[in-house]
């Protein structure tokens, strides 16, 4: 059994990597954004209560979090095993997933600030099939649309840019802090997170051992 945690400010790239880790793996990959997302669409209550923390850019509460992410870590389907991406995000979280699942390492994806804002601005989403795309890494073939269905390709709103130098900047005040708890705890690897996604992947495998 392996439990995972990537940490990393918002576009560094853990959402990609985690899903192509933990299918090589045979693990749980469990993003608390899509969670999340998931609970903003069905519109359930926990849902609705997020939503407006979610676009405003802040971070959403850890009672919220937590009571969405316990039921996930107690599902069969992570009893092999997961790559928790995007929690914790504050030293109260966690605190609480150490009393939830003991991890066994945690990968700190490092990039610069600048990427990061080019990287999340130019995000663009199919509402349809879920395939997102970069304006300028990675465009749609027709301008505006989804590759795969044609569907009018959206923009979070957490990802214009007032909302993600929000992020950044609440990312910097409450979860670089975890860092330090984690590095205190022996779990904690720093990955360089810039460049290519192979040539990141290579580098999270030598940092996995």
């Known amino acids: 059994m392996q439990r995972l945690v990537f940490l990393g400010p918002p576009g560094a790239g853990k959402g990609t990597q985690a899903a192509a880790l933990a299918q090589v793996l045979g693990i749980k990959h469990l993003s608390t954004g899509e969670i999340l997302r998931s609970h903003v669409a069905a519109g359930t209550p926990l849902g609705r209560e997020a939503e407006g923390f979610m676009t405003a850019g802040q971070l959403v509460p850890d009672r919220l979090v937590l009571a969405m992410l ?20 504050t030293l109260a979280q966690a605190e609480a997933l150490d009393g939830l699942a003991p991890l066994d390492r945690v990968i700190f994806f490092d990039i610069g600030e600048g990427t990061l804002l080019e990287r999340l601005t130019q995000r663009r989403h199919c509402p349809q099939c879920g395939l997102v795309y970069n304006l300028v890494t990675k465009p749609p073939a027709t301008p505006g649309r989804c590759d795969q269905d044609g569907t009018p390709l959206v923009q979070r709103s957490d990802d214009r840019e007032d909302a993600v130098r929000t992020r950044l900047r609440v990312y910097q005040e409450q979860t670089a802090p975890l860092l330090e708890f984690y590095t205190r705890q022996g779990r904690l690897r720093r990955l360089d997170a810039n460049g290519p996604v192979e040539v990141v992947a290579t580098r999270l495998r030598a940092a996995l051992g």
């Not at 389907?77 to 995007?86: K, M, P, Q, R």
């Open 70 to 89: 316990e039921a996930e870590l107690r599902a069969p389907a992570a009893s092999a095993g997961f790559l928790l991406d995007g929690f914790p995000r």
